[in-house]
């Protein structure tokens, strides 16, 4: 079993910056492909960005390309999601969620979720 706990929500001015974290506990994350996902009230929830388990490997959705850097360090067992440039459509919680071996761009398949970290985008 892995247990997922985000970390790093918050409430954030429009055009600033911030780090969400996914830190596992229970299993090495090291094999893992690495999601993270959005839920915006009233929405359903979308893929944001996704890291193989070769760092190398990274995919993001087209509203956060060029905004967003996704990486990984496996001796901390834990994914990061960082994001710049801010805007209030990214206000949603976040949610990471790991699948084995290959990397998480949709909810199929996936093995493990957190629980969710809320960002708030103030304009």
């Known amino acids: 079993q892995v247990q997922l706990v985000e970390s790093g929500g918050g409430l954030v001015q429009a055009g600033g910056s911030l780090r969400l974290s996914c830190a596992a506990s229970g299993r090495s994350l090291s094999r893992y492909g690495v999601g993270w996902f959005r839920q915006a009230p009233g929405k359903e929830r979308e893929f944001v960005a996704a890291i193989g388990w070769s760092a190398g490997d990274t995919v993001y959705a087209d509203s956060v390309k060029y905004r967003a850097t996704i990486s990984r360090d496996n001796a901390r067992n834990t994914v990061y999601l960082e994001m710049n440039r801010l805007k209030s459509e990214d206000t949603a919680v976040y949610y990471c969620?790991?699948?084995?071996?290959?990397?998480?761009?949709?909810?199929?398949?996936?093995?493990?979720w957190g629980q969710g970290t809320q960002v708030t985008v103030s304009s």
């Open positions: 969620a790991a699948r084995f071996g290959l990397v998480v761009t949709t909810a199929d398949g996936v093995s493990y």
